[in-house]
């Protein structure tokens, strides 16, 4: 059993946390997650360790004690490694999920390789449009981009709303793992509670993975979580059967007055705003950080985004595939032979992120509330490449990695699913995730 741990520290200590708290969690198990070049298993462990962390502050807090009164937890990395690629793990009533589309993966260019991501309908139809591709096939993409620098794939598709990232040979400018900033206001006191964040009212404004990661485990813990989505682009069923537990899901056209009124009724009553939205997608609607937290100025406010938030990436789109082959990730893992990249053994960057979120959540709500709190994949990303110490060894000698203990299955919207069970060590969903965008637009009692 690992009993400290140096990147347990470092993260703890982005979010603010005393260092003297971080021998309270503590490891165990062996992990699935320990091959290849960077440290992916001390990631891991690490960004689920100080969300249990946080968790056990806020309940302390609650429960009338001082934040350093945390009761010592442990942490399994076999629990930590199926939930890291929980969409592999998926079954939907038997089925497996579609996690990458025909048109998402690498390519060669004339001069490099070219990561396309094109999961989302409108992203595959700007990417056809962009290199005006015969057919929307591998092999007319193929073609397309093989004449072609990959920097000039990237912006051409860019241009037309498309996702393509060229693969950098270098890791990527340094980035702030978090950041933390008091907004001068208080939120509700909050009394003692069945689950750490019993009563807590989270809005959840985030898609894919890392935000709805982050507010499922705010679900976990017991926080009522309305997911709020514009009716397009839908999310696909497989996505949302992984990242839907421990939340309700609506939509909302903010566009619309009626909408916009219902919206403006949910942001009143709540806690905490969590979105994973682009810099500046959510200003145009008035509803950015700076603007909720000077109207709600005990809110709590976390913003996810892909590439960071300074820089000229700083407006793009992205996704875990693309962060990783833009930073210099997939250049790492990279066959020697015939130098195709590769990828980290999890989503790591967005699953990382997203436990991230969930404890600056946790540790802002502990702390009164009025927070302001940042993370990006670029972020997580920047720490993964420099900063995280190398693992320990693995479990004792005989142990092996296992996943069949971490898998559960539960009723939901879409049938019977195999889920992965959530690392965090305070109990499973009470229930599966309902289907995207059917749940009522309205919280419940407290």
């Known amino acids: 059993m690992v009993i400290y741990d140096g ?23 062996a992990s699935g997650l320990g091959e290849g070049p960077l440290p992916v298993r001390e990631l891991a462990r690490a960004t689920v360790g100080v969300c249990a962390l946080a968790a056990a502050e806020l309940a302390a807090v609650r429960g009338g004690g001082a934040a350093q009164d945390v009761e010592p937890l442990v942490v399994d990395e076999g629990a930590v490694a199926t939930a890291f690629v929980s969409e592999r793990h998926l079954r939907v009533a038997g089925r497996e999920p579609v996690n990458f589309a025909p048109l998402s993966g690498f390519w060669r260019a004339a001069d490099g390789w070219v990561r396309t991501h094109a999961n989302y309908p409108h992203h595959r139809e700007a990417l056809v449009r962009a290199l005006g591709l015969p057919s929307a096939t591998p092999g007319a993409l193929r073609e397309a981009v093989a004449g072609r620098g990959a920097v000039e794939v990237q912006e051409l598709v860019y241009g037309e709303g498309g996702l393509a990232v060229a693969v950098a040979a270098e890791y990527g400018d340094p980035q702030p793992l978090a950041e933390v900033r008091a907004s001068g206001g208080a939120g509700r006191e909050l009394g003692p509670g069945a689950l750490p964040a019993a009563g807590v009212r989270v809005l959840d404004l985030t898609r894919v993975i890392a935000g709805p990661v982050a507010t499922r485990t705010l679900g976990l813990l017991g926080a009522d979580v309305l997911r709020i989505d514009p009716p397009l682009p839908a999310e696909p069923d497989d996505a949302n059967a992984d990242t839907g537990f421990g939340k309700r899901s609506a939509l909302l056209d903010l566009a619309d007055a009626g909408d916009r009124a219902v919206f403006e009724g949910l942001l009143a009553e709540a806690d905490v705003v969590v979105t994973g939205y682009r810099p500046g997608a959510l200003e145009r609607y008035g509803l950015g950080a700076q603007e909720l937290l000077e109207r709600r100025p005990g809110l709590v406010v976390a913003q996810l985004c892909a590439w960071g938030w300074q820089g000229p990436w700083a407006g793009r789109r992205g996704f875990d595939s693309l962060v990783q082959a833009g930073y210099g990730v997939a250049a790492a893992y990279a066959d020697g032979a015939g130098g195709v990249p590769g990828v980290l053994p999890a989503q790591a960057l967005d699953h990382g992120t997203g436990y991230l979120a969930a404890a600056g959540v946790l540790r802002a709500l502990a702390a009164g509330g009025g927070r302001s709190l940042r993370f990006s994949l670029a972020g997580t990303a920047s720490w993964l490449v420099r900063d995280v110490p190398p693992a320990a060894p693995d479990g004792p000698a005989g142990t092996a990695y296992a996943a069949e203990p971490w898998l559960r299955e539960t009723d939901s919207g879409y049938g019977v699913l195999r889920y992965a069970a959530p690392p965090v060590p305070f109990g499973d969903w009470v229930r599966g995730p309902s289907r995207w965008g059917t749940d009522r637009a309205e919280w419940l009692p407290r």
Do not use: D, I
């Not at 990147?7 to 198990?29: E, H, K, P, S």
């Open 7 to 29: 990147g347990t520290a470092q993260a703890w200590g982005a979010l603010g946390g005393a260092a003297g708290q971080v021998g309270r969690v503590a490891y165990r198990g």
